[in-house]
């Protein structure tokens, strides 16, 4: 049989184990929003970084920052190879901003070619 004491005893411990619990989750929220903020600095210093290696002639459509989540940005010069690009790749985007920088620049753009063109140069590529 339990006597009023133990059991005062055993409910004080589940409380502090609660609250510990609790404390825990609300720690552990905080932390994860400010690496979160953190990450995000690093990241769009390292898109600018990457940014500013080229003219900013070829890279003034780009956006200022990166605001979305997920993304990829690819920075490669390696003019050995004639292999030089930037990229930034930003998933889950509202397609209506897709559309509408689709539309600006199809409106900018100085000629408009398809894959079956005679103009164009044909490689093929074989294993």
């Given at each position: 049989?339990?006597?009023r004491?133990?059991?005062?005893?055993?409910?004080?411990i589940?409380?502090?184990?609660?609250?510990?619990?609790?404390?825990?989750?609300?720690?552990?929220?905080?932390?994860?929003?400010?690496?979160?903020?953190?990450?995000?600095?690093?990241?769009?210093?390292?898109?600018?970084?990457?940014?500013?290696?080229?003219?900013?002639?070829?890279?003034?459509?780009?956006?200022?920052?990166?605001?979305?989540?997920?993304?990829?940005?690819?920075?490669?010069?390696?003019?050995?190879?004639n292999?030089?690009?930037?990229?930034?790749?930003?998933?889950?985007?509202?397609t209506?901003?897709?559309?509408?920088?689709?539309?600006?620049?199809?409106?900018?753009?100085?000629?408009?070619?398809?894959?079956?063109?005679?103009?164009?140069?044909?490689?093929?590529?074989?294993l």
């Amino acid at each position: 049989m339990m006597t009023r004491k133990k059991w005062l005893s055993i409910n004080l411990i589940n409380k502090i184990l609660a609250a510990f619990f609790i404390l825990n989750i609300f720690l552990g929220l905080i932390s994860y929003g400010c690496k979160s903020y953190s990450s995000n600095v690093k990241m769009n210093e390292k898109y600018q970084a990457y940014k500013n290696e080229f003219d900013t002639l070829l890279t003034s459509h780009f956006p200022k920052t990166i605001s979305s989540y997920p993304n990829q940005v690819i920075n490669s010069k390696h003019g050995s190879k004639n292999d030089v690009g930037f990229l930034l790749y930003e998933y889950g985007l509202d397609t209506l901003e897709v559309d509408s920088l689709d539309e600006y620049y199809k409106k900018r753009a100085i000629a408009a070619y398809n894959a079956s063109d005679t103009c164009l140069l044909n490689y093929k590529f074989v294993l």
